[in-house]
């Protein structure tokens, strides 16, 4: 793979997807072997695709609630699902039962899906921060505040976490420190969470 660090090729395109649930439902699937899911549409390459074989019944095996919509898409990693509300919380929640393990609060919604590596947590938010949160206890490792809201879903890759805001800025951020390595200003809104593949990154913008 290539030095990550300015390597990337940007490709600008519209997108708009607006998704908006209140109850997370868990339906029960026989899977031949659990694999984590641990990242907007599964992997890097934002395919949606999974190895695992999905068996029926397809049966409702719980439920839970926020205490508002639920925009963005859970993950699964460890056991776990987590969750982010626009009720301002990111939930970890047991895959088998649906209890909630723990809860991190910020100022504002929660509406970009979070993406699981190395134990941790990456998720942005409308009061303008990415977070990283540690997976097991919910504690905060550190925010770094983007000056946009940040509706996508980071993109991890090797030590950079990559993501857009909606005040039209992409941001590449050191995994382990937070600090921003670089950015690329002069598009519109970015809602879309990049994708990655053959060394180019890919997101959408309005313009």
């Given at each position: 793979?290539?030095?990550?660090?300015?390597?990337?090729?940007?490709?600008?395109?519209?997108?708009?997807?607006?998704?908006?649930?209140?109850?997370?439902?868990?339906?029960?699937?026989?899977?031949?072997?659990?694999?984590?899911?641990?990242?907007?549409?599964?992997?890097?390459?934002?395919?949606?695709?999974?190895?695992?074989?999905?068996?029926?019944?397809?049966?409702?095996?719980?439920?839970?609630?926020?205490?508002?919509?639920?925009?963005?898409?859970?993950?699964?990693?460890?056991?776990?699902?987590?969750?982010?509300?626009?009720?301002?919380?990111?939930?970890?929640?047991?895959?088998?039962?649906?209890?909630?393990?723990?809860?991190?609060?910020?100022?504002?919604?929660?509406?970009?899906?979070?993406?699981?590596?190395?134990?941790?947590?990456?998720?942005?938010?409308?009061?303008?921060?990415l977070y990283k949160i540690q997976a097991s206890d919910g504690s905060l490792i550190w925010k770094k505040n983007?000056?946009?809201?940040?509706?996508?879903?980071?993109?991890?890759?090797?030590?950079?976490?990559?993501?857009?805001?909606?005040?039209?800025?992409?941001?590449?951020?050191?995994?382990?420190?937070?600090?921003?390595?670089?950015?690329?200003?002069?598009?519109?809104?970015?809602?879309?969470?990049?994708?990655?593949?053959?060394?180019?990154?890919?997101?959408?913008?309005?313009?």
């Amino acid at each position: 793979m290539n030095n990550l660090h300015g390597q990337f090729k940007l490709r600008k395109f519209n997108l708009r997807n607006l998704l908006f649930l209140v109850t997370l439902l868990m339906i029960y699937i026989t899977p031949v072997q659990a694999v984590d899911w641990s990242t907007y549409r599964g992997g890097a390459t934002r395919n949606a695709v999974t190895l695992n074989a999905i068996l029926p019944p397809f049966d409702l095996a719980w439920r839970f609630s926020t205490g508002d919509n639920i925009s963005a898409s859970p993950i699964y990693a460890e056991g776990r699902i987590f969750l982010a509300s626009e009720d301002t919380k990111l939930y970890a929640i047991n895959a088998k039962t649906g209890e909630r393990i723990w809860s991190f609060k910020a100022s504002r919604a929660f509406r970009s899906t979070p993406a699981y590596v190395k134990g941790a947590l990456l998720v942005g938010c409308d009061d303008e921060n990415l977070y990283k949160i540690q997976a097991s206890d919910g504690s905060l490792i550190w925010k770094k505040n983007l000056g946009g809201k940040i509706s996508a879903s980071p993109l991890v890759r090797g030590n950079l976490v990559l993501v857009g805001t909606e005040a039209g800025e992409f941001f590449a951020i050191d995994l382990k420190t937070g600090k921003a390595v670089w950015t690329k200003r002069g598009f519109g809104s970015i809602r879309s969470s990049a994708a990655y593949y053959n060394d180019t990154v890919v997101f959408g913008s309005q313009t």
